[in-house]
């Protein structure tokens, strides 16, 4: 009799049972029918979850994120079943995001945001791209870049749609306005700065910066250009969003912002308008121009600057104090706040007054705005916005871990 090990290179056994009494044979022979039986039902306990685990994987596959896996051993599949669970909860999530976009689609293909994150209308697009110094469609930069169109326009630049004749690739190419350069002699090295900032950052949420130049004194840079829409004109066409996709877009945000810490990196302008949802529900941050290593370089940041969008900005930073990775953990909690609610945590008429209320006031539940919004949820928000930063959560680990044990 051979018995061979199926799962282990186990060289086969010779068992004489000549040599054995009949009983013996006997005994022999029904324990390893046992054996036999018992490694059967064993692998069918195991491949029960696991073709259960196939059958939903190739569900989800189709676009059905309805599969269910209810496993709940403490062993490697149930951990794996776990996975998949929540697998499926981030996928389910993105498409509720994809859904909300495109209701909320402009008819334009690919809008033109004005600096306040909102989508232009075409008499506003014609007039931003006519105004003097624009690089019009059609024209090759650089001896590289044929410019396809203005992508937005902010406080330090413009972002035009470009193609790389060289990479052969659709590229965005962020240029610094003269004006800038002329009222602020620090903001050619703070733009130097930050490609060499960016451009440590590599991650599916950040927005990838490729280059650096200089043409007839013209700075720019080129970075992955982006389909989709700003998270600000999503919340301004919908209003509050659905919790689960406020759930998913905290949790990307904190993604990105995890890996810049990483780097050593504060973002400070951390705002609706500088986070871009691609068609696929993939949430990516841009516009690092203002960041600063957290070991500031000597003279690089003068005392008392405040830096950023007031709205989102701690009371640390409005004062214009040291600054740490925790005014990037209170923007976003403005971030969530605004897309629970439709509306920024303090509302005011004038820039004065608003500063007034963020360093003195606290901002009233979501859920005063939103009876939706679950108490853990609405607890984590107003604590990401204490003024006091030691009460904050302390990263952005931290708060994507919080925000993934949020049940909805």
């Known amino acids: ?43 069918r306990v195991i491949g029960r979850p696991v073709r259960s685990l196939a059958e939903a994987a190739h569900r989800v596959a189709e676009g059905d994120y309805t599969a269910a896996v209810e496993v709940h051993t403490r062993d490697e599949i149930g951990d794996l079943s776990e996975s998949f669970r929540r697998m499926v909860e981030e996928l389910k999530a993105k498409q509720q ?7 909320s689609s402009s008819t334009v293909t690919q809008p033109i945001y004005t600096p306040e994150g909102g989508v232009a209308t075409p008499t506003m697009a014609r007039q931003m791209e006519a105004s003097p110094g624009m690089l019009r469609s059609g024209h090759i930069f650089a001896r590289r870049y044929e410019i396809r169109g203005v992508v937005g326009m902010g406080g330090m630049g413009v972002v035009y749609r470009a193609w ?98 990483e780097q050593g990196v504060i973002h400070r302008d951390i705002k609706p308008q500088n986070i871009i949802v691609e068609p696929s529900g993939t949430l990516k941050v841009m516009d690092f121009g203002i960041a600063r290593v957290a070991a500031r370089s000597e003279g690089m940041t003068q005392a008392g600057m405040a830096v950023g969008t007031p709205e989102y900005m701690a009371p640390e930073q409005l004062l214009g104090q040291d600054v740490d990775f925790r005014v990037d953990v209170y923007a976003a909690g403005a971030v969530l706040y605004e897309s629970l609610t439709g509306r920024t945590p303090f509302v005011a008429d004038t820039p004065v007054t608003l500063i007034a209320k963020q360093l ?8 005063s705005l939103n009876a939706d919004v679950p108490d853990a949820l609405a607890a984590l928000v107003l604590r990401a916005l204490n003024k006091n930063r030691d009460e904050r959560p302390q990263s952005a680990t931290e708060m994507y871990t919080a925000l993934d044990a949020i049940a909805v």
Not at 11 to 19: F, G, N
Not at 97 to 103: F, N, P, Q, R, S
Not at 360 to 367: A, K, L, Y
């Open 164 to 261: 790389d004749a060289e990479l052969g690739e659709a590229v965005a190419i962020k240029t610094l306005k003269a004006e800038a350069l002329r009222a602020e002699p620090a903001a050619l090295e703070r733009f130097k700065q930050e490609i060499r900032l960016a451009r440590k950052i590599t991650h599916r949420n950040v927005v990838r910066t490729h280059d650096f130049g200089e043409v007839d004194g013209v700075y720019f840079i080129t970075m992955e250009f982006v389909e989709g829409q700003s998270l600000k004109h999503l919340i301004q066409t919908r209003g509050s969003l659905p919790i689960n996709v406020v759930l998913t877009v905290g949790k990307q945000l904190c993604r990105a912002l995890e890996v810049a810490h």
């Open 1 to 43: 009799l051979h018995l061979v090990a199926e799962h282990r290179r186990i060289a086969p056994v010779d068992l004489k049972l000549d040599s054995l009494g009949q009983d013996a044979r006997d005994t022999l022979q029904q324990r390893l029918l046992l054996a036999l039986a018992g490694a059967g039902l064993g692998a």
């Open 360 to 367: 003195e006031e606290t901002p009233p539940s979501p859920q």
């Open 97 to 103: 995001l994809v859904e909300v976009m495109t209701a």
